[in-house]
C-alpha cells in the first residue's frame, strides 16, 4: 500500500480514538453530576452526518469534518452558540445550573483523559517493548559536530558520555536535551581518548532554532550514496547509490559531514567529485609536499550544486547497535509515568518558537501530525505516536483560549474566585471570537502543510 494511505488511516484511526476518549472525559462526569448530553460525536456533523442515533437523551454519531468532535451539554455557551435554549430560564439538568466546581470538573475531564491515556499508553510500550537505547560505544566514530559547537571546544568524532554530571543512557537525546532542556555542561570524550567536560550557553536552544542548527550531534557516516533526489544536480551528473566520494576539489573525504561542509563552502561553484564505483578506487599517494593524490581507476565527476546550495544526495546510513532495557509491569509504571512528563515538559519547552518569526513559519497541521507516523504500519511506533498526540492534545485544550477547554476553565476560575458568574452575553462573544482564532489558526497551520508539499 502507498505509504500515504498509510500515514493516513494511522493518523484516522488515532485520532478517532483520542478525540472519543477526550469527549468521554467530558461526558463521563456530566453525567455523573446529572447534566444532560444532548450530542455526542465523532468529527463534526457540519449540515448532516454520516452516522447518527439517539439513545436515551443523547444523540451519538459520527460526523463527515474530521477536524475534532465533541459533546454538546445543554445550557451551556460552546461552540454550537445555541442562543435559543441559553434564553431559557435555567433547568436543573443543564450545565450553568451546577456549581461551579462541577463545572470545573466537567470541562478538565477531556484534558485529564488525554494526559492519563498518554501515560498509560507510554506504560504500556515499555512493558511490551521495552525502551530502545545507544551508548557512547555503539558508536565507534562518534559524533559529527556541528561548527557552532566546535568553538565551545567540540571535536568531530566525540563520544557524549555524561550531561550535568549525569551518564546519558541513549546518547542520541543530546540534541532534544540541549535544545529543549537546562544543561550547563556535557562531558565528552575526544577522539585522542581524553575527557572533558564543557560548559554550555544558557541560551543554546535559542541559538540552535534561530540558526536552524536542530541537530548539531550527528553519528559520523562514511560518504557513500544511498539515494538520488529525481531531476537533481546529481542525478543529471550521473551519480549512482552505492557510489563513494573519494574527494571534493582535491580534497579527501573521509565521513559524510566532510563533503556537505564542502558543498556548503563551494558557493554554488562547480565541484570535480571523485568517486568509486564498484571497487575503481584502487591508491592514494603523497606528492612532494605530502599532499594525497589520487591515483588510479578513479572517476571524476564535475557537478554544480542547485540555488539551495544542495546536490540532491542522501547518505547510506549505518546500521546501529540499537539496545533494548526490558521493565516490568511494576518498573513500566515508572518509567511510564517519567516518559509523560518530560514528553509534556518538552512539548511547552519548545511551544515558546512559535511565537516566534521562524516557528510561526513551521508550524504544522494535520499533515505534519500525520508525518509523525511511520511509512509502514508499526505497532509501536503507532502507539508512540498517539501518546504523543495525546498529551500535545491536552496542552493545547488547556490553553486559556475561548472555545477551548482551557478557556471555560478559565471563566470558571473566575466565577469561583470573584464570586460572580461572567455576562453570558460576554461570553457568546468571546466564545465566537475564540472560534475564529481556532478557524484562523487552523487554515495557518494547513496552509503551512500545503506549501511545504508544493515548494519544498
Given at each position: 500500500?502507498?505509504?500515504?494511505?498509510i500515514?493516513?488511516?494511522?493518523l484516522?484511526?488515532?485520532?478517532s480514538?483520542?478525540?472519543?476518549?477526550?469527549?468521554?472525559?467530558h461526558?463521563?462526569?456530566?453525567?455523573?453530576?446529572?447534566t444532560?448530553?444532548?450530542?455526542?460525536?465523532?468529527?463534526?456533523?457540519?449540515?448532516?452526518?454520516?452516522?447518527?442515533?439517539?439513545?436515551?437523551?443523547?444523540?451519538?454519531?459520527?460526523?463527515?469534518?474530521?477536524l475534532?468532535?465533541?459533546?454538546?451539554?445543554?445550557g451551556?455557551i460552546?461552540?454550537?452558540?445555541?442562543?435559543?435554549?441559553?434564553?431559557?430560564?435555567?433547568?436543573?439538568?443543564?450545565f450553568?445550573?451546577?456549581?461551579?466546581?462541577?463545572?470545573?470538573?466537567?470541562?478538565?475531564?477531556?484534558?485529564?483523559?488525554?494526559i492519563?491515556l498518554?501515560?498509560?499508553?507510554?506504560?504500556?510500550?515499555?512493558?511490551?517493548w521495552?525502551?530502545?537505547?545507544i551508548?557512547?560505544?555503539?558508536?565507534p566514530?562518534?559524533?559529527?559536530?556541528?561548527?557552532?559547537?566546535?568553538?565551545?571546544?567540540?571535536?568531530?568524532?566525540?563520544?557524549?558520555?555524561?550531561?550535568?554530571?549525569e551518564?546519558l543512557?541513549n546518547?542520541?537525546?543530546?540534541?532534544?536535551?540541549?535544545?529543549?532542556?537546562?544543561?550547563?555542561n556535557?562531558?565528552?570524550q575526544?577522539?585522542?581518548?581524553?575527557?572533558?567536560?564543557?560548559?554550555?550557553?544558557?541560551?543554546?536552544?535559542?541559538?540552535?532554532?534561530?540558526?536552524?542548527?536542530?541537530?548539531?550531534?550527528?553519528?559520523?557516516e562514511?560518504?557513500?550514496?544511498?539515494?538520488?533526489?529525481?531531476?537533481?544536480?546529481?542525478?543529471?551528473?550521473?551519480?549512482?547509490?552505492?557510489?563513494r566520494?573519494?574527494?571534493v576539489?582535491?580534497?579527501?573525504i573521509?565521513?559524510?559531514?566532510e563533503?556537505?561542509r564542502?558543498?556548503?563552502?563551494?558557493?554554488?561553484?562547480?565541484?570535480?567529485?571523485?568517486?568509486?564505483?564498484?571497487?575503481?578506487?584502487?591508491?592514494?599517494?603523497?606528492?612532494?609536499?605530502?599532499?594525497?593524490?589520487?591515483?588510479?581507476?578513479?572517476?571524476?565527476?564535475?557537478?554544480?550544486?542547485?540555488?539551495?546550495?544542495?546536490?540532491?544526495?542522501?547518505?547510506?546510513?549505518?546500521?546501529?547497535?540499537?539496545?533494548?532495557?526490558?521493565y516490568?509491569?511494576?518498573?513500566?509504571?515508572?518509567?511510564?509515568?517519567?516518559?509523560?512528563?518530560?514528553?509534556?515538559?518538552?512539548?511547552?519547552?519548545?511551544?515558546?518558537y512559535?511565537?516566534?518569526?521562524?516557528?510561526?513559519?513551521?508550524?504544522?497541521?494535520f499533515?505534519?501530525?500525520g508525518?509523525?507516523f511511520?511509512?509502514?504500519?508499526?505497532?509501536?511506533?503507532?502507539?508512540?505516536?498517539?501518546?504523543?498526540?495525546?498529551?500535545?492534545?491536552?496542552?493545547?485544550?488547556?490553553?486559556p483560549i475561548?472555545?477551548?477547554?482551557?478557556?471555560?476553565v478559565m471563566?470558571?476560575?473566575?466565577?469561583?474566585?470573584?464570586?460572580?458568574k461572567?455576562n453570558?452575553?460576554?461570553?457568546?462573544?468571546?466564545?465566537l471570537?475564540g472560534?475564529?482564532?481556532?478557524?484562523?489558526?487552523?487554515l495557518?497551520?494547513?496552509?503551512?502543510?500545503?506549501?511545504?508539499w508544493?515548494?519544498?
Amino acid at each position: 500500500m502507498d505509504p500515504f494511505f498509510i500515514k493516513a488511516l494511522q493518523l484516522i484511526l488515532s485520532l478517532s480514538i483520542l478525540i472519543v476518549l477526550h469527549e468521554l472525559g467530558h461526558f463521563i462526569p456530566a453525567k455523573i453530576f446529572k447534566t444532560r448530553v444532548e450530542k455526542f460525536f465523532l468529527f463534526f456533523d457540519v449540515k448532516f452526518a454520516l452516522f447518527k442515533k439517539k439513545i436515551g437523551g443523547t444523540v451519538y454519531g459520527i460526523g463527515w469534518l474530521p477536524l475534532g468532535g465533541y459533546v454538546k451539554i445543554a445550557g451551556m455557551i460552546d461552540e454550537s452558540m445555541d442562543k435559543e435554549q441559553m434564553a431559557q430560564p435555567p433547568q436543573p439538568w443543564e450545565f450553568r445550573s451546577k456549581p461551579a466546581w462541577q463545572r470545573l470538573i466537567i470541562m478538565l475531564g477531556g484534558v485529564t483523559v488525554n494526559i492519563v491515556l498518554g501515560f498509560l499508553i507510554y506504560m504500556m510500550v515499555l512493558f511490551v517493548w521495552g525502551s530502545p537505547y545507544i551508548t557512547p560505544e555503539d558508536l565507534p566514530n562518534g559524533f559529527a559536530v556541528d561548527d557552532t559547537f566546535k568553538e565551545m571546544g567540540f571535536q568531530d568524532g566525540d563520544k557524549v558520555i555524561k550531561v550535568d554530571g549525569e551518564e546519558l543512557k541513549n546518547t542520541i537525546d543530546i540534541n532534544k536535551y540541549l535544545m529543549l532542556r537546562d544543561v550547563n555542561n556535557v562531558t565528552v570524550q575526544h577522539p585522542d581518548g581524553k575527557k572533558e567536560t564543557i560548559s554550555i550557553p544558557e541560551d543554546i536552544g535559542s541559538t540552535m532554532f534561530q540558526q536552524g542548527v536542530m541537530l548539531p550531534f550527528v553519528p559520523m557516516e562514511y560518504p557513500i550514496l544511498d539515494s538520488i533526489t529525481a531531476d537533481s544536480p546529481a542525478e543529471r551528473a550521473g551519480l549512482q547509490k552505492g557510489d563513494r566520494i573519494i574527494a571534493v576539489n582535491d580534497t579527501e573525504i573521509g565521513y559524510w559531514h566532510e563533503l556537505t561542509r564542502q558543498v556548503k563552502a563551494s558557493q554554488d561553484e562547480e565541484l570535480r567529485l571523485v568517486i568509486q564505483r564498484e571497487g575503481e578506487f584502487e591508491s592514494m599517494e603523497l606528492d612532494g609536499e605530502g599532499k594525497k593524490l589520487l591515483a588510479g581507476g578513479m572517476k571524476t565527476i564535475k557537478i554544480t550544486p542547485d540555488e539551495e546550495g544542495k546536490l540532491g544526495v542522501y547518505p547510506k546510513i549505518t546500521r546501529l547497535n540499537i539496545r533494548h532495557e526490558k521493565y516490568s509491569l511494576g518498573e513500566s509504571v515508572v518509567k511510564g509515568f517519567d516518559l509523560a512528563y518530560w514528553t509534556l515538559h518538552d512539548y511547552v519547552a519548545q511551544f515558546k518558537y512559535v511565537f516566534t518569526k521562524k516557528g510561526a513559519t513551521q508550524v504544522g497541521g494535520f499533515g505534519a501530525i500525520g508525518g509523525l507516523f511511520p511509512d509502514q504500519w508499526n505497532w509501536q511506533a503507532f502507539w508512540m505516536t498517539t501518546a504523543f498526540i495525546s498529551i500535545i492534545l491536552a496542552f493545547m485544550n488547556i490553553l486559556p483560549i475561548p472555545a477551548l477547554d482551557g478557556g471555560h476553565v478559565m471563566f470558571l476560575l473566575y466565577e469561583m474566585i470573584s464570586g460572580r458568574k461572567p455576562n453570558e452575553k460576554f461570553m457568546e462573544y468571546a466564545q465566537l471570537v475564540g472560534f475564529f482564532l481556532l478557524i484562523a489558526l487552523v487554515l495557518f497551520a494547513n496552509g503551512n502543510d500545503i506549501y511545504r508539499w508544493l515548494f519544498e
